[in-house]
């Protein structure tokens, strides 16, 4: 008996972020527009906030001024950013549809209690990396590096940090070379974004997860899947610990 391969809904399957990067060839702007727009959604980004410059900004997504520039000028005709002349640009409103940050929509994964999604990201992330490890080419590891450089600078302005923290983990899921797995951990990156902000604000946070940081390129940039995956559970560990006292109401 034969199986059938065929997809009864090509158009779905083509709104999965990683085929529809790989079916469209989407311009700059607007990669670093919907980028932008999910910073804003996760809860990275909130409305009042100014966002980096436009130099900070590429730094962290590791792009060009002219492409966060046209990204931030496409979500200002939208209203949901406020360009001021002589003032930095601010978040106006956080009415940007539907975002989906890996498969699922943003802050779809909130919906799950924190138990559940650090026994995920500790069975799931540590295949990933491990993959990645394994798979990453030189033009990956210097990716990361340059992302590693971009934290240094921002070491005291969480919002700062965790825009490059997002490019840094997201980079590091799809250089796995498996794009479900890759679109899998991003979800899970993304739980409870803005109780990370608050998390990330507490003396000596940045500091620790640019550490994480350092340790699991070291071990990505030897091709050691096991250290990277001891080194990135660690990290998970520490987002677990650090977080857990905001979903409480604690300090």
Same mark, same amino acid.
């Given at each position: $008996? ?18 529809? *990067?790989?079916?469209?060839? #989407? ?15 996760? !809860? ?13 900004? %590429? ?26 002349? !002589?003032? #930095?640009?601010?978040? #106006? @409103?956080?009415?940007? !549809? ?13 919906? =799950?209690?924190? &138990? @559940? ?12 990396? %491990? ?14 590096? +340059? ?5 240094? *600078? ?12 997002? &490019? ?22 993304? =739980? $409870?974004?803005?109780?990370? #902000? &608050? +998390? $990330? ?7 620790? @997860? ?20 001891? %080194?990135? +559970?660690?990290?998970? !560990?520490?987002? =677990? +610990? ?10």
């Amino acid at each position: $008996m034969s199986v059938s391969t065929k997809v009864s809904d090509p158009g779905l399957i083509a709104e999965l972020p990683s085929f529809r *990067e790989a079916i469209v060839k #989407r311009p700059i702007t607007t990669v670093i527009s919907d980028k932008i727009a999910t910073l804003i959604a996760s !809860g990275i980004l909130q409305v009042g906030d100014a966002l980096p410059s436009e130099r900070q900004l %590429a730094a962290a997504l590791n792009v060009s001024r002219d492409a966060v520039r046209g990204g931030i000028q496409m979500l200002a005709a939208r209203g949901i950013l406020e360009i001021s002349h !002589g003032a #930095r640009t601010r978040v #106006r @409103s956080n009415e940007v !549809g539907p975002v989906a940050v890996g498969f699922a929509m943003a802050r779809a994964v909130n919906s =799950y209690d924190i &138990e @559940s999604v650090h026994a995920a990201r500790l069975l799931v992330d540590r295949q990933v990396v %491990a993959d990645a490890a394994r798979n990453i080419d030189d033009a990956g590891v210097a990716v990361l590096e +340059a992302l590693l450089e971009a934290q240094t *600078e921002a070491l005291d302005d969480p919002v700062r940090f965790l825009i490059s923290d997002r &490019e840094f983990h997201v980079a590091l899921y799809q250089a796995s070379g498996n794009p479900l797995l890759a679109d899998i951990s991003t979800d899970l990156y993304a =739980y $409870m974004m803005q109780h990370r #902000r &608050e +998390a $990330m604000a507490s003396p000596g946070a940045i500091a620790t @997860s640019y550490a994480d940081h350092v340790a699991i390129v070291a071990a990505v940039r030897a091709r050691d899947p096991d250290a990277a995956a001891e %080194a990135f +559970a660690a990290h998970t !560990g520490r987002i =677990y +610990a650090t977080t857990q006292p905001y979903l409480k109401g604690g300090d």
